[in-house]
């Protein structure tokens, strides 16, 4: 893919609105209708956990929808799955998609928007007679969500080479069921090598997941970078005791250190400052009485800045604070490392064509940052690589009430398709 001016003059071509054709909005809407009533709950919520039976027959549709249009299914050995549609010439493919699993209390966009509006490209295209000279591939990544297996993106983390099929296949989930097992217990294990398949670029549209664009009016997003992440589960081991018995100074408990840790990352991403944030998401605390004082806190921690240097800082003051809370309150603390990812730039060509496409609809682009981790961020140690955001109404996502309006969900797709069309020139 060449650089620099090329990129420009690509953009400038798109000025010649007659040359695109327009997706059908209402019935990608439709179809993500469709999907999101697999896994369907009472409180409107969508639960389609990676390799469970939902999961299954979420996959089950979506290839349907693939073999409908012609394309060419392949499944990769960890159950990754690519429709792809030929091009005028055997090049490098351009790629895009996205995931389809869920967390427990989903909604109904979170990935499913970028697999789906994939495919509404490939119709439309399909439809207005148009072929491509590079081919294009819709890609459905395994396991985006990690809510039940660890870690998180693990489709698109081993599709780029940065985790083995083997150390897949042994990852064990929430509920006990290993990661191998229930691939195969629902019958997506390819043959396809992951990775074999290089595009020669790669595109996820998806919801920011976040409030800038809501909140500021924008329509779209052309994400530039997006943050690292460091998920670790900190185990802190006191002594259970008798709640009324126990004088406070002689107390070992795990809860008030828990309570200091969840105070301390918040403090510590304020005083930090600029993108870094902290969250502490989990806490079990054991035995869990009213009356006895906590002997053991596992706690995780969620720190993420798009600056690698700055998200070390952070680690190093965790573990600084960690050491000195042990000390001081008689606890025996370890960690472990969930998951830990370095920022990632993308591809500035990429951008300047997903702006110039929105440019040629008469629409403003914000270039953004993407705080979520994504199935992008994977493909980018592969090829070049960029997204699209659509605004998330109130910035709401992992929840029954996650929406993204049907006129973004549209001029995004529209966006994509116009991009796709120029990377695959």
Known sequence: MARGKRAVNQGESMKNTEEFPSIDGPRLVAHLEQLGAIGLREDGSCCRLALTDEDKAGRDLVVSWMRELDLEVKIDRVGNIFGIRPGSEDLPPVMSGSHIDTVATGGKYDGCLGVLAGLEVIRTLNESGIQTRRPLVVGVFTNEEGARFQPDMLGSLVYGGGFSVEDAWRAIGTDGAAFGAELERVGYVGTMEPGSMVPSAFVELHIEQGPILDLEGGLLGAVQNLQGISWQEVTLKGMPNHAGTTPMRLRHDAGYGAARLTCFVRDLALNIGDTQVGTVGFTHLSPGLVNVIPGEAVVTVDLRNTGEDRLKEAEDHLMAFLHELGQQEGLRISTRCLARFEPVTFDPEI???????????????????????????????????????????????????????????????????????????
């Open 351 to 425: 951008v300047s064509v997903i702006e110039a496409a929105a440019e040629s609809l008469g629409q403003t682009v914000r270039r953004m940052t993407s705080g979520a981790g994504q199935d992008a961020q994977m493909m980018a140690r592969l090829c070049p690589t960029a997204m699209i955001f659509v605004p998330s109404v109130g910035g709401i996502s992992h929840n029954p009430a996650e929406f993204t309006k049907p006129e973004h969900v549209e001029l995004g797709t529209n966006v994509l398709l116009r991009t796709l069309i120029q990377l695959a020139r």
